[in-house]
């Protein structure tokens, strides 16, 4: 049965650099929330409604297939934690894989604002999401989000049992997806290996 790792947080809160150094340690698969941004965004164009629903289609399909096929899932997303819609969301996904067998867990990054304004301009960010390449844009989008929503959850909320928060201002990556593993206790997949999995 698939598991969905969900690292949450803020933009630029590292959430991309701990999923894939949490995918290299437990060798499944990763979807981060820009690579149906990106697609969505070069067919239709950023914030269209087809846009809009192209994206959320393309999760769909993804969530739909690593259940088929008993793929374990790392999933990053940005939630804004003072609206229901976003609990009602995660909470689907939740239910989605749990109910197919499977576990949910959740792991929220946060850190501080000027971190995450330096990590907003780091060279692999600018690789791995084009959209992010007009600095003096995204910057303005991250700072415009932070003033408008709730970005990470208040102290001694909980949403999941399967729940932590990871303060990781001065952690490397590798040492956040260490800390997710030691929370929920997770191991590799048994006969899973690098080699059979996407980098």
């Not at 979807?31 to 393309?58: C, K, L, W, Y």
């Not at 989605?96 to 604002?113: H, K, M, P, V, Y």
Request: some cysteine; proline content about 4%; charged content about 25%.
């Amino acid at each position: 049965m698939a598991d969905l790792i969900v690292i949450c947080g803020p933009q630029a809160v590292g959430k991309m650099t701990v999923a894939e150094a949490l995918r290299d340690r437990l060798h499944c698969s990763m979807m981060m929330n820009h690579d149906s941004i990106e697609v969505s965004d070069r067919i239709f164009g950023f914030g269209t409604p087809a846009q809009r629903e192209f994206n959320e289609a393309f999760r769909e399909k993804a969530f739909e297939v690593a259940i088929q096929y008993d793929l374990d899932l790392i999933f990053t997303y940005v939630c804004a934690f003072d609206l229901q819609e976003e609990r009602d969301y995660l909470t689907g996904l939740h239910d989605l894989f749990t109910q197919s067998g499977g576990r949910f867990f959740f792991a929220e990054l946060n850190a501080s604002l000027e971190t995450r304004l330096a990590r907003n301009e780091t060279p692999h960010r600018m690789e791995r999401k084009p959209s992010k390449r007009n600095v003096a844009w995204s910057r303005a989008n991250l700072l415009k989000d932070a003033a408008e929503h709730r970005l990470n959850s208040a102290d001694g909320e909980t949403w999941f049992d399967n729940h932590v928060k990871i303060d990781n201002t001065d952690l490397t990556p590798e040492q956040a997806a260490d800390r997710i593993i030691e929370a929920f206790q997770l191991t590799p997949r048994a006969g899973l290996t690098p080699d059979t999995l996407p980098s």
